[in-house]
């Protein structure tokens, strides 16, 4: 089995900075994906924010796109976000999520707060 730790989530003032970290735990796995979504408090589903392969190609929602970078750090089946600029919008619990050897995994979540 794989399990999914977030972290890093924080408040943070308009402008500011923040880095996610989602740490990947098991036996014998492989991280095929990782993405990161998050969950607005004016929507009930889940956006997907951005997504990584193996081999770094990575995609972004529009919204964040120049802003935020998705990276994955192979060896210690541990992804990132880095989020700049931030925005009152970007208010939100974000996820991790990752398909694996195992299928697909989610964390349990991590508060990003933008304040003015």
């Known amino acids: 089995q794989v399990q999914l730790v977030e972290s890093g989530g924080d408040l943070v003032q308009a402008g500011g900075s923040l880095r996610l970290s989602c740490a990947a735990s098991?036996?014998?796995?492989?991280?095929?994906?990782m993405a990161w979504f998050r969950q607005t408090p004016d929507k009930q589903q889940r956006e997907s924010v951005a997504v990584i392969d193996r081999r770094g190609s990575a995609n972004y929602a529009d919204s964040v796109r120049g802003r935020f970078t998705i990276s994955i750090d192979n060896a210690k089946n541990t992804g990132y976000l880095q989020m700049r600029s931030l925005k009152l919008e970007d208010t939100g619990v974000y996820f991790c999520?990752?398909?694996?050897?195992?299928?697909?995994?989610w964390g349990q979540g991590t508060q990003v707060t933008v304040s003015t």
């Open positions: 999520n990752a398909d694996t050897t195992y299928g697909t995994r």
């Open positions: 098991g036996t014998k796995f492989n991280i095929y994906t």
